[in-house]
C-alpha cells in the first residue's frame, strides 16, 4: 500500500487519501498524493493510487465551485496517467465540459447590446431572364440527343457517381475503348470481333486515369431472347478475355426503380466485388509499372 510520513511522522495510506476525499480537503489531497508519487510503488499500488486519484477528481467536478488551480493540477495528472480513467470519471468530464461551454455561451449572449445600433437586413432577391435562344439546324431535325436512351439508365449513372465518388462512370460505353479488339480477333473468330467493334456498355467503371475497373448490363425481359442472349454470351466473352469484370442487373420493372434503388444493389451486391489497386498505374512514368 503506498505510503508517505507526514510531518508529525504519521504514515498516510489509500484509505488516508480517500478519507480527503470524503471530507473533502482537495488542497491536503494534492500535497499528498504527489508525496507518494515520489516514492517508489508496485503495480498493485499504483493502481490504488491512481483509483484514489480517479474518485478525487470525480469529486471535485462533482462539487458546487472549483478552483481553478486544482482542476489544473488534477488535469495534468490525468494526461500523464497517474489518474484512472474510470468511466464515471469520463462521464462527470464530459458533464464538466458541457456546463463550461454552456457558461461561455451564456456569458456572450449577456455581453450583446441589445441597445446599440439596429443592424439592417437585406433581402437578396435573383431573378432570371429567358428569352428565344440561337437557331440550330439540329434542334430541327432532333439530331442532338441524350447519352442516356432511358430514365433507367440516368438513374443507374446517378447510383453509380453516388457509390464510387473516387471513380469515373461513363455510360452507353463503346467497348473496343476498353478492350483492344485487335488482340482478340484471331482468338473470338472474324463474327464475334465485329460484333465488338459496334458493341456499346451500357455503363463502365474507370479510375481518373481511364483504366477500366468494371462494366454494367442493365438486363430486361429483351434479353430473354435467343438471339439478345447469344450476343450477351458474345459480350461476356470478350469482357473475360480482357479481364474486366461485368456485373449483369436486371430490374424487372426497369421504369419504376430509382437511384436510390440501384445504389442499394450496388453496395448489397458489387461494392465488395470491386478491386481497384492492381489497375491502377502511373502512365507518366511507365505503362507497365503498377503498384505492388
Not at 40 to 61: K, N, V
Not at 142 to 161: N, P, T
Not at 207 to 235: K, N
Not at 266 to 277: K, P, R, T
Amino acid at each position: 500500500m503506498p505510503t508517505q510520513r507526514t510531518k508529525s511522522g504519521h504514515r498516510v495510506s489509500v484509505d488516508d487519501l480517500l478519507s480527503l476525499v470524503r471530507t473533502p480537503d482537495f488542497v491536503a489531497f494534492r500535497e499528498l498524493f504527489d508525496g507518494c508519487l515520489q516514492r517508489p510503488l508496485s503495480d498493485a499500488q499504483r493502481q490504488r493510487l491512481r483509483s484514489a486519484g480517479a474518485d478525487a477528481f470525480s469529486a471535485l467536478l462533482n462539487a458546487a465551485e472549483q478552483d481553478r488551480e486544482l482542476l489544473l493540477w488534477f488535469a495534468r495528472h490525468y494526461d500523464a496517467g497517474n489518474i484512472e480513467a474510470t468511466a464515471r470519471l469520463a462521464e462527470r468530464l464530459a458533464r464538466y465540459r458541457q456546463a463550461i461551454k454552456r457558461r461561455e455561451r451564456q456569458e456572450r449572449l449577456d455581453s450583446l447590446d441589445y441597445t446599440g445600433q439596429v443592424i439592417h437586413m437585406k433581402r437578396v432577391v435573383q431573378m432570371s431572364w429567358f428569352g428565344l435562344a440561337g437557331w440550330e439546324p439540329s434542334n430541327l431535325f432532333c439530331i442532338k440527343r441524350s447519352v442516356f436512351r432511358s430514365k433507367q439508365e440516368l438513374a443507374f449513372a446517378e447510383a453509380l457517381w453516388h457509390c464510387f465518388p473516387h471513380l469515373m462512370a461513363f455510360p452507353n460505353y463503346p467497348l473496343d475503348q476498353v478492350c483492344d479488339l485487335g488482340r482478340l480477333r484471331s482468338l473470338v473468330g472474324e463474327q464475334i470481333w465485329r460484333y465488338g467493334l459496334h458493341c456499346r456498355l451500357d455503363a463502365v467503371l474507370l479510375t481518373r486515369e481511364g483504366d477500366p475497373i468494371a462494366a454494367f448490363e442493365l438486363d430486361s425481359r429483351l434479353h430473354d431472347d435467343p438471339a439478345q442472349q447469344q450476343r450477351d454470351a458474345w459480350r461476356d466473352r470478350l469482357l473475360m478475355l480482357a479481364n474486366i469484370p461485368l456485373f449483369r442487373l436486371r430490374s424487372e420493372d426497369p421504369s419504376a426503380t430509382t437511384r436510390d434503388e440501384w445504389f442499394q444493389l450496388l453496395v448489397d451486391e458489387v461494392v465488395h466485388l470491386i478491386n481497384v489497386g492492381d489497375r491502377l498505374r502511373n502512365r507518366d512514368v511507365h505503362a507497365m509499372l503498377v503498384p505492388v
